[in-house]
């Protein structure tokens, strides 16, 4: 989930210390895209291996003159060196330990990916103690016990690298081996390697090695290929002697060549900047949200009126109802044929699939999982995964797709938003909405994640990527959100997510309108809400969407993540839906405590039309799953920095529309 990257110099008159501390600076910036909540770097010479860490975005961590003073112990010698910009996954970014690189005895890690496994690791192995929160220490701790029968530093780690599951891409350095061991189960590392230079150089991206290469950076020779460590393979990279050696990590590792050497291992000045975070909720806490949530009166709700064949109530916008009680929805409902298998493939080929492969969304619910585990295994497809987080993916969400990631041998591509910039705009906008409450403002929480698509386009384009295949379940469709706002979308949309030009007008003046008379809106998210209008509303909608071609099956969608994947799931929901997506309980809740419904009854309502759920099985999966989710309603509050209960007290205060 993070930006690694490296290099090793071999003949130091080919890339001098000068022009190994612009590299550096410019690997930082091109890397923090993947991650900005703190940057690190270990360098080894002959002397030392030295590392360096703060809590701080890559760009700002390259002007740092600590780094610098670093740097300049690399003079005009061999050299290896790796950085990292690190979106927290697991373990605060305020305590230094759990920052990249993670230290342990002697060793020096910096990782990409998240170890799924790791509680159950430290457990099956008792004889290893914990320090620190950080996932990545488990693999370190696994590593320094296979050295203590191993000698071969390539051999400890692909025994350590064995046991994990997950997406995991590591760089390893020892201070007593002149080089740096990497190692992907997924395949998220490329490397360019020239031995006639005598210089490696590695990222989490291609693109990142070839935009080294386009701004002269890196001084090798023409036409060489930039490479893509295999899913399941490792590389020893050496400051002395052959300069690199792919191994894989299910077979034999090659023996150490690596020159041995005794330096230290030395922390030169790394700490964190501000108390450490955490979750500020407690059993208190949850229990006081549970009791104002108590405010729903759900006698009232199952008197509303609902349509005779859905599950729709007579406070969705624009409904009506027939004599026979059947609403204006299911009037109007259209069955999208599904051409199937064939004519998706043919219609990707058209876009080069067969050569290349496509982008493949994850955001890590369960229909982009499981559009991951069909590409691969039906359409015999090797796609790249892409995630936008914008800090409301919730852990359970990226665990997930380090699960899928890891087990189909995906490489997996995130473009970290500024993480706390976002958060600090969620809370601002959630702080306006509190002061006057309209149901149809309630995307604004949302806003943050529309640029999801821009990135998309931007990474088909830097990648040469064939196509871009959705996974989005056309029954999860949400109108009723924009109706109200005041538009009738209808139901006969051909186009997922993408309204009339006349109503997109529409919907900017109702929240021009909106932010009159709420000038709590008119603050510092302005201008990433505007960006997320143009990227969900303006941008051309050039790719496919695969439940477009196949049916959505939910028994089959479940059964495979479950089984297959040991795909992890909520505690607070018996529903697979929505639970990797942090905003999702709390907006419901305002939706089931003031209109009488939520996402819930609009999706069982569209499985009724699709003959995929008879209606009193619906009718009762929604009471169950519209039950307020207090352990991720609090998990939101917690990190926009709001007061849930408050926030809650609030919305009981609506007038409700029943």
Known sequence: MCGIFGFVVQRPEILDASARKRLVKFLFAHSETRGKESSGIAVGTENELGVLKRNIRGKKFGQLPALQTLLNSLHDNPSTLMGHTRMVTNGDATDVNNNQPVIRDQLAC????????????????????????????????????????????????????????????????????????????????????????????FASERFVVEASLKSRMLPVHDGLEIRQLAPGHGAVVQAEGELIREFDLSGSAPLETATTIKRDLIDHGSHSLGAAQGHKFNAEKLTAIERATHAVDYGAIKRLKRCAHCLLPETFPFIQFDHAGVCSVCRGHQHAPKPGREALMKKLNESGAEARPCLAPVSGGRDSCYGLHYMVHELDMKPVAYTYDWGMVTDLARRNISRMCGALGVEHILVSADIAKKRAFVHKNVAAWLKRPHLGTIPLFMA?????????????????????????????????????????????????????????????????????????????????????????????????????????????????LINEYEWELAEDTQSTWRIGDGTAAFYNYIYLKVAGFTENDTFRSNQIREGLMDRDTALAKIEEENKPRIASIAWYFDAIGLDAVDAIKRVNSIPVLY
């Open 110 to 201: 910096i990782h990409n990916g998240i170890i799924v496994n790791d509680a159950k690791l430290w457990s099956d192995n008792p004889d290893l103690q914990r320090h620190h929160q950080v996932d990545t220490e488990i693999f370190l701790a696994l590593v320094e016990k296979e050295l203590g029968t191993e000698r071969s530093l390539a051999k400890a780690i692909q025994k350590a690298m064995t046991a994990l599951q997950g997406a995991n891409s590591m760089a390893l350095m020892h201070a007593d081996w002149n080089a740096i061991v990497l190692a992907t189960t997924n395949g998220s590392l490329h490397y360019l390697a020239d031995p006639n230079a005598g210089i490696v150089m």
């Open 448 to 560: 943050g994640d529309k640029q999801f698509f821009y990135y998309a386009e931007k990474l088909r384009q830097q990648m040469r990527l064939s196509a871009i295949l959705f996974s989005t379940n056309p029954l999860e469709r949400t109108d009723f959100k924009v109706g109200f706002c005041g538009i009738d979308e209808g139901y006969e949309k051909a186009i997922y997510h993408d309204p009339s030009w006349l109503n997109k007008l529409r919907l900017a003046a109702f929240f021009g309108g909106q932010y009159v008379k709420n000038t709590a809106y008119l603050n510092a998210s302005l201008l990433d809400t505007a960006g997320a209008y143009l990227s969900y509303y303006a941008l051309p909608k050039r790719y496919e969407q695969l439940f477009d071609f196949i049916p959505w099956i939910e028994r089959d969608v479940e059964d495979t």
